[in-house]
Structures are given as C-alpha cells and as structure tokens.
C-alpha cells in the first residue's frame, strides 16, 4: 500500500474547485474537522476562492459564530446549503432566511443515509420519513426560502405506497476528523464521542471522484492500528492533516472525556434529582409511561428530565437510552455535548442508528413541544420566520412505536408554584403553544393517526391523546381550572374526555412517587 500523503490544511483547502460539493464533518461541538475549516475559510478570504460551493452538512455543527458550517459564510463563498440543523451556524442561517443562498433543510437521518446511497452511486434515498411534513414536495419541499426553486425531494409511488426520493448529493470534496493515521493512510477514530458518518463520506467522495481529507492528531507507524478500529481505509484517503492542538478536543474547547469512548467506566453514583418545577412535573408524568425494556430517544429540554426522573425513581434500568449520532446505552449528553454518552455500551455509525430508528426500533420517543395544532401537527423547526432545523426529530418522530411530546402548556414567563399536591399558575406564560395552524410542519398529526402511531402531548397542566377526530383532553392538574387555565388558552377547541381525569398528586407532591412499586 502506498505511503500515507501528509499535507497541510493550506495544501487541502487549495484543493476544494468552484462550485463543488463538499461536506464537513461534525455533530453539534463534536467530531468538527475545524483545522480544515478553518484553512479554506482562510483561502477563500485571502484569494477569493473556491466559489459557489454546495455545503452539505448532516447534523448542526458549531459553537456559534465562526465555527463549524459558520466557516462558510461568506457571500460568494457559497451557492447551496443542505443542511440538517441551521441554528449552530447563525451567520449561515441568517444567510438562508434572507435569501442570499438556496438552502435546503432535509432530516437528519435522511442525509446520513444519502451519502451511503451516493456512495453506491445510487439515483437517490427512497424511504417514508417526511411524508405530509413540510420536506413533501406537496408542502414545501423542504425549501428554506424563494430563491430555492429546484425540486431535490420527489414524491414517487412504489408497490402502491407513497415515498419520497432524496436526490443523490455525490460529493466533490469532504472534510473528515479522525484520531490516528498509520503511515498507509488508514484511519482511526478512537477518542471521538461517535463515529457519525466517517466511513460513509469516505466511500461517497472516493467513489465520486472526489477528495477525501481527514485530519488526525498523530500519524503513527504502519501497522500500529487495530483494524478493528479503522474506520476509514486508506485507500480512501486523498490527504492527511495533522490537526492544531487546539483542533483535537473532543468537545470544542473541551478536551477528551475517556468516558464517552468506552476507555474507562466512570461511577455515576447517586445523582442529585432535580427540583420539583414545570419541567420536573412533566417529566415525572411522562416517566409514568416507561415501559421496562424499552429502547427510548430523548430529546433535547423538557425530555432530558425523563431520565433524571426515572433515576430518582429507582427505574433508570428500565430503559436503554440511545442517541441519533450512534451511541446506544450508558447516559446521553446534551448541551455542547449532545453528540455521545457517558459509558456508552456500543456507538453505531450514524447511518444505521437512523435505519434503526426509521424501522421502528425505538419503543418510546420523548420529545420536546414547542407548538402543536388542532390536527395534532407538531412544529419544532420554524418560528416567526426563523429556521432552526429538524435534526433527528422527524426519523425519530415519525417512526418511534410511541411519541410523546413535553413541554409547558404556555411560554414566555410562566410561573408555577407546586409541592403540595396541586398546581398553582401564579404567572401565565404569554405565548400560546396549542395553536389553531403551525407556522410548519415538523410532524404530522394525520399521518400518525393513518398509521396507528400513539401519540400523546403532555404538559404541566394537561395531557392530551390525538385521535381521528382530534385531540382529546384526558388529564388536567389537581388546583387547575378547565376552562379559564386550559381552554381559554387554546386557539382551537380539544375533546374533553367524558371521564376527564385529575393527573396524579404524587406528579406535585415534593417527594419521591414510588413509581418502582
């Protein structure tokens, strides 16, 4: 096998043509290729080139601004952005919401899967997610803004069922971060939190005819590597970066934790439950759902608690919790670290953690509920105009045997107070979240009554089922008025269930409920 090619990121970057296809890799503050970023950003600034670039990124990536995708906002820097997730590169999605660039915003696990397809020069990804969301054709095509006019996502018939076709993405160049290199050019990834999609955006560039760059910490002797270990061939490899130290973290700027890795264990001891609140009350209602041996996906805010509860408990070991980017088991991180777990018991490619999650692996999804509507349509992706992204979160809902949705009944400003077994509202939150229309739709309320799907949409208040005819109110807090706290709250009218019941006063009572017995 012929030597490992070690070259600097300038000599990478001056690589990358106008008007090329390229991905970078990153999953929220992990995995970032940001020695490379960094250089073509560098380049562009200083010559003006490459032009017109086609920015396809599966997950957020960044820390904010002039991090991550933020690398390429630039005017004339880029044409296209594809993007799972806008709201980590706010220069960027300031770009695509003002028009200056067509922008694309497709699901996440939907794109892993792309590259896999592009790298078996395949037309397209053929699958149902995102049917009757706002990706379908009939809807909005997944289109961020008016100067997007090209149709990527085609709505086909096959065998009698409806899918969509994501049209393949063969990318021209792709920036990937590993650990080690041996000197042949294979590549390792052993100190990264997940594996994301390394492997897959190997083989699509190669493949392609294009550019596969990784850089690494260290470039190690031939042989050194545990094949095991090796994601990335190095038959694959183009070029082999040595990373700026301050380019090597785990986490940006935060170093390596062995224990996402599965290098050490770490004890996790009793965990400090959290205090009896808003979000604390829904996530004791929704842990009275845990099904023991259930494969559960958790969401970002409000859902987050589900597991402190369920700890708190003593029925954290009912559930295996597992995260898109490839972690399966151990605790799932959010924040900054959303990306692994801490003692993780297998970490998957990307890729296959979304066909997992697309077959209907998942038992139970709890996710977050930023606004929902009369049909049981659930928007968490576009507000007032401004594009924060899917992620995962039309995979995992659209596909998970059971969805529940955690939110506070109202936002901005509400005030509860709580512990004695009732619910005080003691400051009414002046945003509405049960709304007649959503501004977009990120799930689809029709589409998974069509299906049989189970959904259930539980607050600090309320608890509601969607059903054929709707949504049904099944549950309201202990202290709570029907109509003056709930109904008049709602821009549409919800069923209220002839045997309305009180949710439980253990959910309010500031003490531990019992829930193992």
Do not use: W
């Not at 090209?150 to 920036?175: A, N």
């Not at 402190?308 to 408990?313: I, L, R, S, T």
């Not at 054929?468 to 009218?493: S, W």
């Amino acid at each position: 096998m012929a030597k490992v090619n070690i070259i600097t990121a300038a000599e990478a970057a001056a690589q990358v043509p106008d008007g090329a296809i390229i991905n970078t890799e990153g999953f929220v503050q992990g995995g970032l290729a940001e020695t490379l970023n960094k250089a073509l950003e560098a380049r562009f600034l200083e010559t003006g080139h490459p032009t017109d670039l086609t920015v396809f990124t599966v997950a957020g990536q960044g820390a904010g601004v002039g991090t991550g995708s933020d690398h390429f906002a630039h005017p004339g820097m880029i044409k296209r952005l594809i993007a799972g997730h806008y709201n980590l590169a706010p220069t960027l999605k300031a770009m695509a919401i003002n028009g200056e660039i067509e922008a694309y915003n497709l699901p996440q696990g939907t794109m892993a899967q792309m590259l896999r397809d592009a790298a078996g020069k395949r037309p397209g990804t053929i699958t149902h997610v995102g049917l009757n969301t706002y990706v379908d054709p009939r809807i909005e095509g997944a289109k961020v803004n008016s100067k997007t006019t090209e149709d990527i996502v085609k709505l086909i018939e096959i065998e009698g069922e409806e899918k969509l076709l994501f049209k393949s993405q063969p990318l021209d160049v792709t920036f990937i971060r590993g650990t080690y290199a041996d000197e042949n050019g294979n590549i390792s990834l052993e100190h990264e939190a997940a594996t994301l999609d390394a492997t897959s955006l190997a083989q699509c560039a190669h493949n392609n005819g294009g550019k596969v760059f990784v850089q690494v910490e260290k470039v190690v002797a031939a042989g050194a590597l545990d094949p095991r270990l090796v994601k990335i061939p190095g038959i694959y490899v183009d070029g082999v970066i040595i990373a700026e130290d301050d380019d090597n973290d785990q986490i940006y700027k935060q170093g390596y934790d062995p224990s996402m890795t599965g290098d050490i264990r770490v004890p996790l001891g009793s965990l400090e439950p959290p205090k009896l609140d808003a979000k604390k009350i829904i996530a004791r209602r929704a842990a009275m759902e845990l099904k023991e041996g259930a494969v559960v996906n958790l969401g970002i805010g409000v859902p987050e608690f589900v597991s402190a509860v369920a700890n708190e408990e003593g029925i954290g070991d009912f559930m295996t919790l597992t995260v898109e980017a490839g972690p399966v088991g151990g605790v799932p991180q959010g924040g900054s670290r959303f990306i692994g777990s801490v003692n993780p018991e297998c970490i998957l490619d990307q890729p296959y953690q979304f066909d997992f999650y697309d077959g209907g692996g998942i038992s139970q999804a709890f996710l977050g509920l930023a606004q929902a509507d009369k049909e049981g349509n659930l928007n968490v992706s576009k507000f007032s105009g401004n594009i924060a992204g899917c992620g995962g979160f039309i995979n995992i809902s659209q596909n998970a045997q059971k969805v529940y949705y955690l939110g506070t009944f109202t936002t901005k400003g509400l005030k509860i107070a709580t512990g004695d077994g009732k619910l005080t509202i003691t400051q009414e939150g002046s945003s509405l979240k049960f709304v007649d229309t959503v501004e977009q739709i990120t799930f689809s309320g029709p589409y998974a009554v069509k299906v049989g799907q189970p959904v259930m949409f539980i607050t600090e208040r309320a608890v509601f089922k969607l059903t054929d005819k709707g949504l049904v109110l099944t549950e309201i807090a202990p202290g709570i008025d029907l109509q003056t706290q709930v109904l008049d709250l709602m821009e549409f009218a919800p069923i209220v269930a002839d045997d309305l019941k009180l949710m439980d006063a253990r959910i309010f009572t500031d003490a531990v409920m019992g829930l193992a017995k």
